[in-house]
């Protein structure tokens, strides 16, 4: 099956720079849209940044110019790099890849909205 995991958060002052990454696995042929997502303590789940298979990418508007969505479909992996970084970014930052198409037993089959288990990043000095 599909399988996300992320890496790359940690503890890290106000201004400072994180990149995380986040790498699919699984006998994937294509991945239409991968998007980062945070969650913070009593905190709706929001969208921070995607991208689509073309490099296509929107942000949200608090971290418009700070952070950068990329990704190698090579690897299957997403990276955001986050900088200029505030204390209301500290969150636990998800992975999230929809449409994605996977060789399942007999054939080619297409998933919907993979979750990976989260990283936390804290701003704090």
């Known amino acids: 099956q599909v399988q996300l995991v992320e890496s790359g958060g940690g503890l890290v002052q106000p201004g400072g720079s994180l990149r995380l990454s986040c790498a699919a696995s699984?006998?994937?042929?294509?991945?239409?849209?991968m998007a980062w997502y945070r969650q913070a303590p009593g905190v709706q789940r929001e969208l921070v940044a995607g991208i689509t298979s073309s490099g296509s990418t929107n942000y949200a508007d608090p971290v418009k110019g700070r952070f950068a969505n990329s990704r190698d479909n090579r690897k299957n992996t997403v990276y955001l790099q986050m900088g200029s970084l505030k204390p209301e970014d500290t969150a636990v930052y998800y992975c999230n890849a929809d449409r994605v198409t996977y060789y399942r037993g007999l054939g080619w089959a297409t998933g919907y909205d993979y979750w990976g288990q989260g990283t936390q990043v804290t701003v704090s000095s």
């Open positions: 699984g006998s994937i042929r294509s991945i239409n849209t």
